[in-house]
């Protein structure tokens, strides 16, 4: 059961930033995520999703329009209290050189710590439960920096999940990941947000996927908010070639009842 009040809100919102000599932008964009939810958002490329993304983690200021976390203001908080409960898995992490695996883990544990940043007991059983369930048992004193990237995604995961929040971003997640893997990530995170409540929003790429997960999907093109809804509501032909500018054919599998979309061929060839 999806909870009524938001635990991140984005009402309104305009926010902008540069990077790399290329502009990324988000237009009065209107989209919230509840306690117990699996929300997708779907695009096609600089469609704004990374930018969402970056505003509901606090780490890119509104120009325009409020963004709140539990009911405060995001602006209104310091960094310490959003990483208590916002954890954000990049598209790319950032490859920790010279730490492990059960090291980079425990940094998870970080924003709960006292200053000395010194894991407890309890911190290390977390970390370790973590590991467990991103199928990491037996790489925990590899080196980060030795492992493939799907590895390194599955650490990052895994951080994120140590870190126990209440708003789990994650850009991508399935990328370097194999089938197999990308199946279980989506089990996980689906597990963690009906047994933790913990709101999960996700971007992603494969529309067969998110049609499987999402309790809502936001749809996304041009730095603006297009639709917003359960996957019946949201993905269909219409919409999806509203978004994507491709023609998709949507049909619904006999056995589960999901949905599923497979690219139609140009109409030129």
Same mark, same amino acid.
């Given at each position: ?46 469609? !704004? ?8 983690? @606090? ?10 976390? +539990? @009911?405060? #203001?995001?602006?209104?908080? $310091? ?18 050189? @010279?730490?492990? *695996? ?10 709960? $710590?006292?200053?000395?940043?010194? #894991? ?17 048992? !037996? ?58 409540? *913990? ?29 917003? @809804? ?30 599923? +979309? ?8």
């Amino acid at each position: 059961m999806i909870a009524s009040e938001p635990v991140v809100e984005v009402a309104g919102v305009t926010a902008r930033y540069e990077h790399s000599g290329e502009r990324y932008s988000l237009l009065d964009a209107t989209v919230d995520a509840r306690a117990g939810e699996f929300l997708v958002v779907l695009g096609a490329n600089g469609a !704004g999703k990374s930018t969402l993304m970056r505003v509901m983690a @606090g780490s890119l200021a509104a120009e325009k329009g409020a963004v709140r976390l +539990f @009911g405060a #203001p995001m602006s209104s908080l $310091q960094r310490r209290q959003i990483a208590k409960m916002v954890a954000v898995v990049p598209q790319l992490a950032a490859v920790a050189f @010279g730490f492990t *695996v059960r090291e980079v883990v425990l940094m998870g544990r970080a924003p709960h $710590q006292g200053a000395w940043m010194t #894991p407890s007991p309890s911190d290390a059983e977390i970390a370790t439960r973590a590991i467990e369930r991103c199928d990491l048992v !037996g790489l925990e004193e590899r080196a980060v920096s030795e492992l493939s990237g799907g590895e390194q995604k599955r650490v990052a995961i895994a951080r994120a999940i140590a870190q126990q929040p209440k708003l789990m971003l994650l850009d991508e997640p399935g990328a370097f990941l194999d089938v197999r893997h990308q199946i279980a990530l989506c089990d996980l995170l689906a597990e963690l947000a009906r047994s933790s409540g *913990v709101a999960i929003v996700c971007v992603m790429h494969d529309l067969n996927v998110a049609a499987q997960y999402a309790s809502r999907v936001v749809l996304m093109k041009s730095g603006r908010v297009l639709s917003v @809804g359960t996957v019946e509501e949201v993905m269909t032909y219409r919409k999806l070639q509203e978004t994507f500018d491709a023609d998709l054919y949507c049909g619904v599998n006999d056995l589960s009842g999901d949905r599923f +979309f497979l690219p139609m061929r140009g109409k030129n060839k």
